[in-house]
């Protein structure tokens, strides 16, 4: 074999792998965020919101292992929660959360056949936040964040739900707000794995 053609063999098998480990995992859970900002009133009034969504987590492994992989996914929330001044006047804020991710998983839950009781993943993405605040005269405003991010969190499950192939995330997360208001979220996450 000629070293011309070993390359686009070597590079075959690689692909016929990576296409051959694919697969789709999906989770539900809430996320817990906090906020912290400007106002776009033109007093700069700081804003801190608490905010409390459902969320959906479809991702989708490109890469796997036998004891991890590499996945994008979307961790989407939609949600209600409360926004407070600096004056302590409250507010409600009704928010959405569309954030893309590149994570790197490992042990359990980190590809469907791995058999581990625990796991986790380390990742990264960019995340777009949108928010509208009422009922508050501080503070009312509609809001968009966007900025880059970092996630990371364990994975587990018990003896019975292991035989269904079901477990529990529970994440940490941070996006650093490019917008005017420069928000800074800071969150927590809890899915039950499918």
Same mark, same amino acid.
């Given at each position: 074999?000629?070293?011309?053609?070993?390359?686009? @063999?070597? #590079?075959?098998?690689?692909?016929?792998?990576?296409?051959?480990?694919?697969?789709?995992?999906?989770?539900?859970?809430?996320?817990?965020? $906090?906020?912290?900002?400007?106002?776009?009133? !033109? +007093?700069?009034?700081? $804003?801190?919101?608490?905010?409390?969504?459902?969320?959906?987590?479809?991702?989708?492994? &490109? $890469?796997?292992?036998?004891?991890?992989? $590499?996945? @994008?996914?979307?961790?989407? =929330?939609?949600?209600?929660?409360? #926004?407070?001044? %600096?004056?302590?006047?409250? !507010?409600?804020?009704?928010?959405?959360?569309?954030?893309?991710?590149?994570?790197?998983?490992? =042990?359990?839950?980190?590809?469907?056949?791995?058999?581990?009781? @625990?796991?986790?993943? %380390?990742?990264? !993405?960019?995340?777009?936040?949108?928010?509208?605040?009422?009922?508050?005269?501080?503070?009312?405003?509609?809001? *968009?964040?966007?900025?880059?991010?970092? *996630?990371?969190? &364990?994975?587990?499950?018990?003896?019975?739900?292991?035989?269904?192939?079901?477990?529990?995330?529970? !994440?940490?997360?941070?996006?650093?707000?490019?917008?005017?208001?420069?928000? +800074?979220?800071?969150?927590?996450?809890?899915?039950?794995?499918?």
């Amino acid at each position: 074999m000629s070293p011309k053609s070993i390359i686009p @063999v070597i #590079a075959l098998v690689f692909i016929s792998q990576i296409v051959k480990s694919q697969s789709f995992m999906h989770s539900a859970g809430a996320i817990i965020s $906090v906020l912290d900002g400007k106002s776009t009133d !033109g +007093n700069n009034n700081s $804003v801190l919101l608490y905010q409390t969504s459902a969320s959906y987590f479809p991702r989708y492994n &490109f $890469v796997e292992y036998d004891n991890s992989s $590499v996945s @994008v996914g979307m961790p989407l =929330g939609v949600g209600i929660g409360i #926004a407070n001044s %600096l004056y302590n006047d409250y !507010g409600l804020a009704f928010a959405y959360d569309i954030p893309l991710v590149l994570d790197y998983n490992f =042990g359990y839950k980190s590809t469907m056949e791995n058999d581990s009781r @625990v796991g986790g993943y %380390l990742g990264a !993405g960019f995340g777009y936040y949108g928010i509208t605040v009422s009922k508050s005269s501080y503070s009312d405003f509609s809001a *968009r964040s966007y900025g880059p991010m970092v *996630r990371a969190g &364990f994975r587990f499950t018990t003896p019975r739900d292991r035989e269904n192939g079901h477990g529990v995330t529970v !994440g940490l997360f941070y996006k650093k707000g490019l917008e005017k208001e420069k928000f +800074n979220t800071y969150g927590c996450n809890v899915y039950f794995d499918f």
